[in-house]
């Protein structure tokens, strides 16, 4: 993970940062905090101490969580195909990376804004719009 991370910053993050571009993700270090530390054991010391030298202290400015309980996580991921190696690793897995992002979240409230994602889509939308425009200073939508 940390490999293909590194691999992610230098060919396509830091080229757009330099262009001053946006860039958006939908996995970066928190995944691995959490997938790896949180919910599957590796040591968080570690983790840090790879995150520090591989990703050069880059912090995203804006995390957005969207929350869901495990449950309805799992049927959407079930429902549209998507089931994969992560979905068969069961809900307490699951419980437990969400009690780390959650965890996280808390630890870090000034970076990571955490969305209800159990509402309809046109409302998370709306929810991850205004959290944008909050977090990063702009008119708000």
């Avoid at 959490?34 to 804006?62: K, S």
């Avoid at 990571?112 to 977090?135: L, Q």
């Amino acid at each position: 993970m940390a490999a293909a991370r590194a691999d992610h910053l230098s060919r396509l993050i830091e080229p757009a940062l330099a262009r001053g571009a946006w860039v958006l993700c939908d996995r970066y270090a928190d995944s691995t905090r959490v997938y790896q530390g949180g919910a599957g054991g590796l040591e968080p010391a570690l983790i840090d101490r790879l995150h520090e030298e591989i990703m050069q202290a880059r912090v995203p400015d804006l995390t957005l969580l969207l929350d869901l309980p495990v449950a309805t996580g799992l049927a959407r991921r079930h429902a549209d195909g998507n089931g994969g190696r992560f979905e068969a690793k069961g809900a307490a897995f699951h419980e437990a990376v969400r009690r780390a992002y959650l965890e996280l979240a808390s630890a870090e409230p000034a970076r990571i804004a955490v969305i209800d994602a159990a509402a309809d889509a046109d409302a998370v939308a709306g929810a991850v719009r205004c959290a944008v425009a909050d977090r990063l200073g702009l008119a708000a939508p």
